[in-house]
């Protein structure tokens, strides 16, 4: 069983709609559950991230975790074409070190 | 934000010849960088971490021998990969951690694209 679990899509969504990306994962260790942004041929950027179980918002970003069933959530609203990237979910122990999703390839048409 | 550099952003080299990538974060000293690898349509695999001043530790799968890593200063640490050959062609990205944003946060270089024809 892989530690992390994420669909990597493709995914296309119309401009405005609310897109939901999601992992799994099966370390209960993780601590820390990042959200990393990353346009074609670079590298990835933090978007944002939540420590332990709970929600938290950024402008049109809201990121879920559920430490019971071990499920990370990432909500975009009005998505807009520069939100067209791919989304890597990343837990991480306490540290450092890291595990990254497959990463979900979105497509927001204008 | 903090920033971190890459150089090169691309590089082709022959096959059995050796190439350096530099890791630099600019405005922050990195206790820690981290090492990836990435595929095409794939995610980012971990190869190697390395704190300031001593060896790396790396990720099993990982020739420490074929993939050397010198991190000398807190801004800045090398990865070689020695005797290149065209199964080592990847997408080749540090990360690291550091500054005011405490040691939970990483953040990564713009990625070396290597080539071995």
């Known amino acids: 069983q892989k530690e992390v679990e994420q669909d990597p899509g493709p995914l296309s969504v119309p401009e405005g709609a609310i897109v939901s990306l999601n992992c799994t994962y099966s370390n209960s260790a993780f601590q820390y559950f990042m959200w990393y942004r990353q346009y074609s041929r670079k590298g990835p950027e933090l978007l944002m991230y939540?420590?332990?179980?709970g929600n938290k918002e950024d402008g049109r970003f809201t990121a879920q975790v559920d430490k019971s069933s071990k499920y990370i959530s990432l909500f975009i609203r009005d998505s807009q074409p520069s939100d067209s990237a791919t989304y890597l979910c990343a837990p991480q122990y306490n540290n450092n070190d890291m595990r990254f999703g497959a990463g979900t390839r979105l497509t927001v048409k204008p | 934000g903090a920033v971190v550099s890459q150089h090169p952003s691309r590089v082709i080299c022959k096959s059995g010849t050796s190439v350096k990538i530099e890791c630099r974060s600019l405005?922050?000293?990195?206790?820690?960088m981290f090492w990836y690898r990435q595929f095409p349509k794939q995610s980012l695999m971990l190869m190697a971490t390395?704190?300031?001043?001593?060896?790396?530790?790396?990720e099993q799968g990982v020739e420490k021998d074929k993939f050397l890593i010198n991190h000398a200063s807190l801004t800045l640490s090398t990865l070689t990969v020695t005797s290149a050959h065209p199964e080592d062609s990847s997408f080749y990205i540090c990360?690291?951690?550091?500054?005011?944003?405490?040691?939970?946060?990483?953040?990564f270089g713009p990625g070396t694209r290597l080539t071995v024809t």
């Open positions: 405005d922050f000293q990195a206790t820690t």
């Open positions: 990360s690291a951690v550091g500054g005011d944003r405490g040691n939970y946060e990483q953040y």
């Open positions: 939540t420590y332990s179980s």
């Open positions: 390395s704190n300031e001043g001593s060896k790396a530790t790396y």
